[in-house]
């Protein structure tokens, strides 16, 4: 992918975000602060204002920009979260102009990381990264494999989709969730589920 690519998948998940707004809301409504949806779109409004004033190739420059976009106007943990995810993984790209299949998997490697180290937490807490590495791990199997491009891409987001759906079977013990205790058995995890959004917007785009 070059940097317009890159650009114009930003833009698509933005849309994504727009779209599945009231359902993630919903979703947060039950477990969390009630504001996940509200607060993704109106980050990605910011990200996609901020991209249509950012001339350049570098897509470093554009998953950074995106991330601090994220950061600056998503409320909750979730800014913090996806802002640290855009950045680091804009840091491993700097100054690149084009980027891979390895490229977007040691994006989504090091995305994991800082999520990771932001959140203080890992997989089995019912947070994003129960999406995250299922996919991240489902697509360096596929990709060892010699699947193309769009097969791991869908390796990864069947995986992340498996992912949401084991947040239901499990305690929340990160953010607000974590104060329903046992009554968050049977509730699928915002950020996981929006992660998942993200990352079959990625799927599509690149498979057209």
Same mark, same amino acid.
């Given at each position: 992918?070059?940097?317009?690519?890159?650009?114009?998948?930003?833009?698509?998940?933005?849309?994504?975000?727009?779209?599945?707004?009231?359902? $993630? @809301?919903? *979703? %947060?409504?039950?477990?969390? +602060?009630?504001?996940?949806? /509200?607060?993704?779109?109106? !980050?990605?409004?910011? &990200? $996609? @204002?901020? *991209? %249509?004033?950012?001339?350049? +190739?570098?897509?470093?420059? /554009?998953?950074?920009?995106? !991330?601090?976009?994220? &950061?600056? @106007?998503?409320?909750?943990?979730?800014?913090?979260?996806?802002?640290?995810?855009?950045?680091?993984?804009?840091?491993?790209?700097?100054?690149? @102009?084009?980027?891979?299949?390895?490229?977007?998997?040691?994006?989504?490697?090091?995305?994991?990381?800082?999520?990771?180290?932001?959140?203080?937490?890992?997989?089995?807490?019912?947070?994003?990264?129960?999406?995250?590495?299922?996919?991240?791990?489902?697509?360096?199997?596929?990709?060892?494999?010699?699947?193309?491009?769009?097969?791991?891409?869908?390796?990864?987001?069947?995986?992340?989709?498996?992912?949401?759906?084991?947040?239901?079977?499990?305690?929340?013990?990160?953010?607000?969730?974590?104060?329903?205790?046992?009554?968050?058995?049977?509730?699928?995890?915002?950020?996981?589920?929006?992660?998942?959004?993200?990352?079959?917007?990625?799927?599509?785009?690149?498979?057209?």
């Amino acid at each position: 992918m070059k940097a317009q690519e890159v650009t114009d998948i930003i833009r698509a998940i933005g849309k994504k975000i727009e779209e599945e707004k009231d359902f $993630l @809301t919903e *979703l %947060d409504n039950v477990i969390g +602060d009630g504001d996940h949806g /509200i607060n993704m779109a109106r !980050g990605f409004q910011t &990200v $996609l @204002t901020k *991209l %249509d004033s950012l001339a350049t +190739d570098d897509i470093g420059n /554009i998953l950074k920009t995106t !991330g601090m976009a994220l &950061v600056s @106007t998503v409320g909750g943990a979730s800014g913090p979260l996806y802002g640290t995810a855009f950045m680091k993984a804009g840091a491993l790209m700097a100054g690149k @102009t084009d980027m891979s299949v390895d490229d977007f998997l040691a994006c989504l490697d090091a995305a994991v990381e800082g999520v990771k180290m932001r959140g203080r937490s890992t997989q089995g807490e019912k947070t994003m990264l129960d999406a995250m590495i299922p996919a991240l791990e489902a697509m360096r199997q596929a990709k060892e494999e010699g699947l193309d491009t769009a097969e791991i891409l869908l390796k990864g987001t069947q995986a992340a989709e498996a992912g949401v759906e084991y947040t239901k079977t499990i305690i929340a013990t990160k953010g607000r969730a974590s104060y329903l205790g046992e009554r968050s058995i049977g509730h699928q995890d915002p950020g996981a589920t929006s992660f998942t959004d993200m990352l079959d917007t990625v799927r599509l785009c690149v498979s057209r």
